[in-house]
């Protein structure tokens, strides 16, 4: 029986979609402040999802760290809760972060 999807194909999936948000993330700003009377929010709201590439990889990396298997120490993140309510309360934090900022005028 195969995978669907490899731990590699999914590393590489993220890595181009995270890097791919930028320059979207700037073309789409730019054409959107181009005719917008609040310039700088738009701006402003562009350089906050163009930051989101970097830290999606960022988290996806730390995800990976923190779900990892040692065959040597037996560590196994996975099934650690206290690793889910690490996570949990990352991941919360970073959206609440970025709701706030993408909110606020």
Known sequence: ???IITLETANRVVIALGLLVVPAAVAVGYWL?????????????TAVVASLGPVI????????YLV????????FGLVSLRV???CLLLF?????VYGRLLSSK
């Open 1 to 3: 029986m195969k995978e």
């Open 33 to 45: 402040a181009r005719g917008s009377q609040a310039r700088s929010t738009v701006l402003r709201r």
């Open 57 to 64: 990889i960022l988290l996806w990396r730390l995800y990976l």
């Open 68 to 75: 990892r298997f040692d065959p040597q120490t037996g560590y």
């Open 84 to 86: 889910l309510g690490l």
């Open 92 to 96: 919360a934090a970073v959206g609440l």
